[in-house]
């Protein structure tokens, strides 16, 4: 079974653009979470999209978003980019709410 | 919310030997603690994980305890190798599995000495 793959894997944009990250999950899974890691805060949760709802958002501000498709792939959108922004995205797909999550390789954004 | 504290952030021990990493939670309605092993420019890879119905749960060389009383869990890794060279993050959530928002320690970065 193939894992979970995320696109593009870097990316460079300047501080007020704005930019999309997707993520696929592992076929079958329906459960996918969005996490920032950064070097000072570690990982945090953003938010987590089952069967095309939001169900839990962590405590970022507006300027991130996200959606879930009917194919249970994700995206995840940031509006009015800072230079804190910089950070690896990372998604995890899971069957449902209450099973482990497998992570994918990430997204490294870079804010210049 | 929940919060994690994971200690501690650095751990070196010879090949061979057992390494300790411990984590206490915050949230006594938390209910899955899962641990992943991070190399370096790669994803978070599940390692093991525990639930609270259970005390503890073991997997060849590791073996993760859950002592729900005082709100703490611990990570064992015996016989180390130097594969085993990486940063752990401990996690915990209260929804049973990770989808509920998995909130993470701050990590710990094994060194196996040679």
């Known amino acids: 079974k193939a894992g979970v793959t995320q696109t593009p894997r870097y990316l460079i944009k300047t501080r007020g653009q704005q930019v999309t990250l997707s993520c696929s999950p592992i076929?079958?899974?329906?459960?996918v979470s969005w996490y920032q890691q950064t070097p000072g805060q570690g990982l945090q949760f953003l938010f987590e999209?089952?069967?095309?709802?939001?169900?839990n958002k962590g405590n970022f501000p507006g300027r991130f978003s996200g959606r879930q498709f009917s194919n249970s792939r994700s995206e995840m959108n940031v509006s009015t980019l800072e230079l804190g922004d910089s950070a690896l995205y990372l998604c995890?797909?899971?069957?449902?709410?209450?099973?482990?999550?497998?992570f994918g390789p990430g997204t490294r954004l870079t804010v210049l | 919310g929940e919060n994690v504290e994971q200690h501690p952030s650095t751990l070196s021990v010879q090949e061979g030997d057992s390494a300790v990493i411990k984590c206490t939670y915050s949230?006594?309605?938390?209910?899955?603690f899962p641990w992943y092993k991070q190399e370096l420019g790669k994803r978070p890879q599940l390692i093991i994980d525990?639930?609270?119905?259970?005390g503890e749960k073991k997997d060849q060389r590791i073996a993760v305890t859950l002592n729900k009383t005082a709100k703490h869990f611990s990570l064992h890794i015996t016989e180390t190798q130097p594969e085993d060279s990486a940063v752990y993050f401990c996690?915990?959530?209260?929804?049973?599995?990770?989808?509920?928002?998995?909130?993470f320690g701050k990590g710990t970065h094994l060194i196996i000495q040679p």
């Open positions: 995890a797909s899971s069957l449902s709410h209450r099973d482990e999550q497998f």
């Open positions: 076929s079958g899974h329906r459960s």
């Open positions: 999209y089952f069967s095309e709802t939001q169900r």
């Open positions: 949230d006594s309605a938390s209910n899955y």
């Open positions: 525990i639930r609270s119905n259970v």
């Open positions: 996690a915990a959530s209260r929804g049973g599995g990770g989808a509920d928002g998995l909130t």
